[in-house]
Structures are given as structure tokens and as C-alpha cells.
């Protein structure tokens, strides 16, 4: 495998995988140039930070200290505002890491970007482990109580970034409920059963089977494009979700220290001509970004993402490839 990451972002900009007859190929949508980067709304690859996903009203209470947030989604916040961590300049150094070379990339988020209370200090590292396996880790330190949900915001072709649609991978999700949206993509507060939906993933089906069902939650978001609740109880030795492509023999599994994965059809990539890899289009790729549940903070009875003071924020993604 090789992994290219660049500091805009801390963004993976490149992963190339072999395939059943040894081939290499890139697995990730990106660009060729920092200006596309720049400018594109999609996020490929980039750290999603300070909080990931989306959160209703752009406003946030923390011991009864209500905080505005950027409203960079209607009048919602989404993937950390205006200038998330995707959008910033980290500092990059080569590393030992468990035993072998990574790459750890910081940043220090100030008191009040974005809106979010404090001054936040995280690291990420990426490393490759000889068993083909890409390990993300996420760490934070704070001086002020805040939130923080951090995640890597990949969209992978198993085929290749260059082969078109992924609607005949086929997808298994370690998780037997969802959390359902309303029509303005804020979660409902519930916690919703997938068995007997198309929502349910829990034998491996391929993506596009249910892909234009009439069901209401697939209808809001014209495909799937949202967070499926883990079994896996924040434990790195249970698979989370495993992609295959059986065109390529491609196959990989997801593990993570997360409650939830948010998994994102690609409904909205769109081909605009620019400068890029290749010309994507829609369902061109798909995202698998463990994190906590959208709209957590505003919702009690979901996972609370809030990061106290002599808290230590400790996250880690692996994608395995087999």
C-alpha cells in the first residue's frame, strides 16, 4: 500500500491498494492541485473538526453556557463551520510510531473558532502496518470544557477513483439501528430498528439495490447519508463495516473506537469540470466516517461529545485492506 497526505487539511490525498492480481491503484477520490482543495465542498479525504456532521441551530450548550456557531448550513453548523480542519494549514513531521515510520500532523484551534468554546491542541497520525492496514489516531488537549468529534472524511471506490459508480459494492454494517433524520437533516432524537427497511446493511448488500427506494429517509437525502448505530461498543478488535468489490477483489474492513459510522452514498458529488483525478460524478464514491452521532451535543440521549478540562480526546479509525 502508499499513502499520500498532504498538510492542507492533514487531507489523504491518495491510497493505493493492490487488487486480486496484484495491481496497485488509488481508492480515494481527490484532486490533483492544492486549489481544488481549496475550493471544493466535498471535504475528500480532509479531518473533519472541530466537530464533525451536522449541528441543528448552530448552537451548543455547555453547563448551561449556550455558544453560537458558525451557521455555514442554512442555519445549521456543519463539519466544524466556516474554516473546519480541512480548510487549515497543519504542521507535519515524520514520526515513530509503534514501531514503524507515520506521519503526525497538529494544530491548535483558538478559543472562539468557529464558535466553539476554548483552545484545542490535536494531533492526528496516519500509519501503515504491514498487514495492509491504514490507522488513523486522533488526540486533543483543551483549557476549556468543549466539544469535539473528530473524523477522516475519505470517499473510497474499491474499483478505483477512475471506474465509476459504486453501487455494485456491496456493504456490511456491524449495527442494527440508524439515526433518523428529519427533512431539514437534523436527527429526530430517535433511534431507529434497520431490520425490514432498506436501511439495513446487516447481511452484505449491494449499495445499489435500495438505492431509489421510496423510503423517507433515503427520499430526504436522495440516497443513504446517515449514522448507523455500532454493536461494536467502541472496540477496535470488532469490525464495524467491511466494503467489497468483487470487480477487483478489493475488500475492506473498518474498525474504530467510535458509537456510530456515517455512511454517505456520494448523492451529491457532482462532475464541475475542474482540474482533478478524474471527472467524478454521482455515487462516484462513498463514505464511511466513524465518529459520535450528529447533533449529539443537543440530543441527551445520544453519546455526550463533550471534552472536559484533564480529558485527553483519544479517537482511532483503522480501514484494513484483505
Request: charged fraction near 25%; proline fraction near 3%.
Amino acid at each position: 500500500m502508499v499513502a499520500e497526505v498532504i498538510n492542507f487539511g492533514a487531507t489523504l490525498v491518495s491510497l493505493k491498494v493492490p487488487d486480486k492480481k496484484g495491481r496497485l491503484d488509488d481508492v480515494v477520490l481527490g484532486y490533483d492541485n492544492l486549489a481544488d482543495y481549496e475550493k471544493s465542498q466535498h471535504c475528500f479525504g480532509g479531518i473533519i473538526g472541530r466537530c464533525a456532521n451536522i449541528i441543528g441551530g448552530a448552537t451548543i450548550e455547555i453547563d448551561d453556557v449556550k455558544y453560537k456557531l458558525d451557521k455555514n448550513e442554512g442555519e445549521n453548523h456543519l463539519n466544524g463551520g466556516f474554516v473546519g480542519f480541512h480548510k487549515v494549514v497543519w504542521n507535519a513531521e515524520v514520526v515513530w510510531n509503534n514501531g514503524q515510520d507515520a506521519l503526525a500532523l497538529t494544530y491548535t484551534s483558538e478559543d472562539g473558532e468557529g464558535g466553539y468554546p476554548g483552545k484545542l491542541d490535536v494531533t492526528v497520525i496516519y500509519s501503515l502496518t504491514d498487514n495492509n492496514e491504514l490507522v488513523i489516531s486522533y488526540h486533543g488537549t483543551l483549557d476549556k470544557d468543549t466539544i469535539v468529534n473528530m473524523t477522516n472524511q475519505s470517499y473510497f471506490n474499491l474499483a478505483g477513483r477512475s471506474s465509476g459508480s459504486i453501487l455494485k459494492h456491496k456493504l456490511w454494517i456491524n449495527g442494527d439501528k440508524f439515526i433518523p433524520i428529519n427533512s431539514n437533516k437534523i436527527p429526530t432524537g430517535e433511534i431507529q430498528d434497520v431490520i425490514g427497511t432498506p436501511m439495513d446493511f446487516t447481511s452484505p448488500k449491494a449499495i445499489g439495490r435500495d438505492l431509489e427506494s421510496d423510503f423517507e429517509q433515503i427520499a430526504i437525502t436522495k440516497g443513504y447519508n446517515h449514522t448507523w448505530v455500532l454493536n461494536t461498543y467502541g472496540s477496535l478488535s470488532e469490525k464495524a463495516a467491511e466494503l467489497v468489490d468483487e470487480s477487483s477483489g478489493r475488500v475492506m474492513e473498518v474498525y474504530t473506537t467510535k458509537p456510530g459510522v456515517q455512511f454517505g452514498s456520494g448523492n451529491f458529488i457532482d462532475d464541475d469540470s475542474r482540474d482533478r483525478k478524474s471527472q467524478y460524478s454521482k455515487y462516484s464514491g462513498l463514505c464511511l466516517a466513524t465518529q459520535f452521532f450528529p447533533d449529539a451535543v443537543n440530543n441527551k440521549n445520544f453519546p455526550c461529545p463533550i471534552l472536559r478540562v484533564g480529558e485527553e480526546y483519544k479517537h482511532t479509525i483503522i480501514y484494513k485492506f484483505i
